[in-house]
């Protein structure tokens, strides 16, 4: 009868140790879990952080462009006083 108690508990044994298998897997995955949602939200606030970067770079490079503009704009301006100042023939 011995033998057959023990065999009979051999099977419970096996899964006695497939749920600890279990729990300990539940475990590290949880704390796997844990880790990558930190991971994500400091990578959501880098990724913010370069997005207002690249609006702020897009910002001065439109200011830029302006700025350029404006500037041939005078250029051209005063490309045209200095022309008429000489045909004054002063």
Do not use: C, F, H, Y
């Amino acid at each position: 009868m011995a033998t057959k108690s023990a065999a009979g508990l051999e099977p419970i044994d096996r899964l006695e140790e497939k749920i600890k298998t279990l729990v300990g897997l539940i475990g590290r995955l949880k704390n796997e879990q844990a880790r990558l949602t930190e991971d994500n939200a400091r990578l959501q606030r880098e990724a913010e952080a370069l997005q207002a970067r690249v609006a702020e770079a897009e910002n001065g490079s439109a200011e830029a462009v302006s700025l350029r503009e404006e500037r041939d704009l005078i250029r051209a301006r005063v490309t045209e006083m200095l022309q008429q100042l000489d045909g004054l023939n002063l």
